[in-house]
């Protein structure tokens, strides 16, 4: 069974940075997709980037792009989500998420969360000035 436990998250002011953790405990094989995904009060939950693991192939929402990098330590079974340049939009709970899926799925953004094997309890992220 797989748990995920993330931490990182702060109050920062728009421009700021922050990077996200998300630890898992337990067996991640390379067939997983992980992901973060946020949401703010009053708002869908919302998918923000993806990485499948055999691959490291990477999926951004565009509204991250070229703001936001995510990564992962296989040998820590970390995953990151280094979050740069933050607006008050990106404002919201952050969730990692590890499941099954096929790797077009993950990379190209469709899979979002559905059947996850694991999500964590999230981190709060807050831009404000």
């Known amino acids: 069974q797989v748990q995920l436990v993330e931490s990182g998250g702060d109050s920062v002011q728009p421009g700021g940075s922050l990077r996200l953790s998300c630890v898992a405990s337990?067996?991640?094989?390379?067939?997983?997709?992980m992901g973060w995904f946020r949401q703010g009060t009053g708002n869908a939950r919302e998918g923000v980037a993806n990485?499948?693991?055999?691959?490291?192939?990477?999926w951004y929402a565009d509204s991250v792009k070229g703001r936001f990098r995510i990564s992962r330590d296989g040998a820590e079974n970390t995953l990151y989500l280094q979050m740069n340049d933050l607006r008050p939009e990106d404002t919201g709970m952050y969730h990692c998420?590890?499941?099954?899926?096929?790797?077009?799925?993950?990379?190209?953004?469709?899979?979002?969360?559905?059947?996850?094997?694991?999500w964590g309890q999230g981190t709060q992220v807050t831009v404000s000035s």
């Open positions: 998420a590890a499941g099954y899926t096929t790797a077009f799925a993950c990379y190209s953004g469709s899979w979002r969360g559905a059947n996850a094997r694991a």
């Open positions: 990485i499948y693991v055999r691959t490291d192939s990477t």
């Open positions: 337990g067996y991640i094989d390379n067939a997983i997709c």
